[in-house]
């Protein structure tokens, strides 16, 4: 059987996919969710230096994670419709920015917050934390470059380059940051070594991350088919919408 | 006739801008005066404490030069994006990256050159020492060439669009993170009498990739910007 690879990379035929896949994304977050916080809260051991206070590693690494994964995810989509011309890619990227910056601001926010017991101090320059910030700006300047052109295709074109720049620049910018100072604990997740914490931390921060990674999923889905709605109004497949929800 | 060579085309291209910036020297100059300014910002901001100044001289001098050069860039492709130029270029028949590239060139040697001139001025002010001073200018004249190279991308995506400059400087002042990094951190180590070498041979590599990927990513911009 031929498979056509290429059936929902139309807008009219990935619409109605989107509607009905979003719900199963936000129900699978939401259970994990519950149990990634109730494996936080109440499995996890509390940890021998830090006492109560590292539990918001729970929500501020997986938000770290998404941050940067999101921002690389988005530099494929809108490389992907700058390459192929394709509007359906340039939309998630789209959809997905604001995801993006939201979880680059949680991770900042849940950061600082966990720095004022540990080091005493709500903001440090530290490597992390300032690429962190400057992944924060990327995200910004990519959704007010996209804001700011009228013509959604050329919107579309000019976020690629500037998100594709952006994230060549990333690990220069990580770098660069590293070795100009740094603070930050080392990393307690590698794949290269075996973890440095419990076993049942490190379920916690993976259940939350997938938990993280369906939100985002979920929240993307949602806000492509509004992206949709909004691009096509003239075209028949959204009136033929329209005539049959009264 | 025979359409002129490439090198033809990228020494006309480059003599044409250069022209047209010494025909426009107000401008130049207040690229010039605002690197001065911002810099005697700082002490005013701060305190006149000389060791302190002295600690801080080689970051403010490179923030400054880092900003002179961003408020440049909105003119590197504004009025040749306004007369139909930037279209002509599009249609040329050569590659416009490197058509591109000899722009991006003159306009470096019209603003970037100079900051790099005069911020050993600047370095006086900040107390800097004589080897630090050297080290400024290596660095200034390794950086600056980097910081044209990526604006030049912002300043193609930003053309004809709404709340230009503001939207620019969103855009290339997180690109531009690493070479402020390495160039003030080149002074600052050798201030703390470190050899600078590190720093410099990272602004270099800096540059390379920037020339390499730089120029290709602008042509893309400006094809989008005159579709």
Redesign the interface.
């Known amino acids: 059987m031929a498979i056509n690879w290429f059936k929902y990379s139309s807008p009219a035929s990935f619409y109605p996919l989107a509607g009905r896949l979003t719900p199963w994304f936000f129900a699978t977050a939401a259970l994990l969710v519950i149990a990634g916080l109730y494996i936080s809260f109440f499995v996890a051991p509390t940890d021998a230096q830090q006492g109560e206070a590292y539990r918001i590693i729970f929500i501020h690494v997986p938000a770290a994670w998404m941050s940067m994964f999101i921002y690389v995810v988005m530099a494929m989509w809108a490389g992907i419709g700058?390459a192929f011309n394709t509007r359906l890619s340039s939309m998630v990227a789209s959809a997905l920015a604001p995801t993006g910056a939201l979880m680059t601001f949680i991770a900042l926010w849940t950061g600082s917050l966990w720095g004022k017991p540990m080091w005493g101090t709500w903001w440090v320059w530290d490597a992390r934390l300032t690429s962190e910030l400057?992944l924060l700006?990327?995200y910004?300047?990519f959704m007010?470059?996209q804001a700011?052109?009228?013509d959604p295709r050329?919107a579309d074109?000019?976020g690629a380059?500037?998100a594709?720049?952006?994230v060549?620049?990333v690990p220069?910018?990580y770098f660069?940051?590293k070795?100009?100072n740094t603070l930050h604990q080392g990393a307690s997740v590698s794949l290269t070594r075996s973890p440095t914490m419990a076993k049942t931390m490190l379920l916690g921060m993976l259940v939350m991350a997938l938990a993280f990674w369906m939100y985002s999923i979920a929240v993307m889905l949602m806000r492509v088919r509004a992206i949709m709605l909004e691009r096509e109004r003239n075209s028949d497949w959204v009136k033929a919408l329209e005539e049959r929800r009264p | 006739m025979n359409a002129p060579g490439l090198t033809d085309a990228l020494r006309a291209i480059a003599h044409r801008d250069l022209l047209a910036a010494l025909r426009h020297r107000a401008d130049l100059l207040t690229t010039l005066i605002f690197f001065a300014i911002v810099a005697s910002l700082f002490p005013l901001g701060v305190g006149s404490d000389t060791a302190l100044l002295r600690v801080m001289g080689p970051g403010v001098v490179w923030v400054a030069a880092l900003l002179a050069s961003m408020l440049a860039l909105a003119r590197l492709f504004a009025s040749d994006y306004t007369d139909g130029t930037l279209e002509q270029l599009a249609l040329a028949p050569h590659s416009l990256t490197l058509l591109v590239l000899a722009k991006i060139a003159a306009h470096w040697l019209a603003t970037g050159l100079p900051l790099v001139v005069i911020a050993p001025l600047l370095g006086l002010q900040f107390d800097l020492n004589a080897d630090a001073q050297l080290v400024l200018l290596a660095s200034l004249l390794l950086g600056t060439p980097t910081l044209s190279l990526?604006g030049a991308?912002?300043a193609a995506?930003?053309l004809g669009?709404?709340?230009g400059g503001a939207?620019l400087s969103?855009?290339v002042?997180?690109?531009y993170?690493?070479v402020l990094?390495?160039g003030a951190?080149a002074v600052e180590a050798t201030a703390a009498g470190l050899g600078a070498a590190a720093h410099l041979s990272?602004l270099g590599a800096?540059l390379l990739?920037a020339l390499v990927?730089a120029p290709w990513?602008t042509a893309?911009?400006v094809r989008?910007?005159v579709?």
């Open positions: 700058l400057i700006f990327l910004f300047g007010s470059l700011a052109i009228d050329r074109k000019a380059v500037i594709l720049v952006g060549v620049n220069i910018i660069s940051v070795w100009w | 990526i991308v912002g995506l930003t669009v709404r709340g939207l969103l855009l002042l997180p690109l993170v690493p990094i390495f951190g990272l800096l990739v990927f990513a893309v911009s989008i910007a579709e």
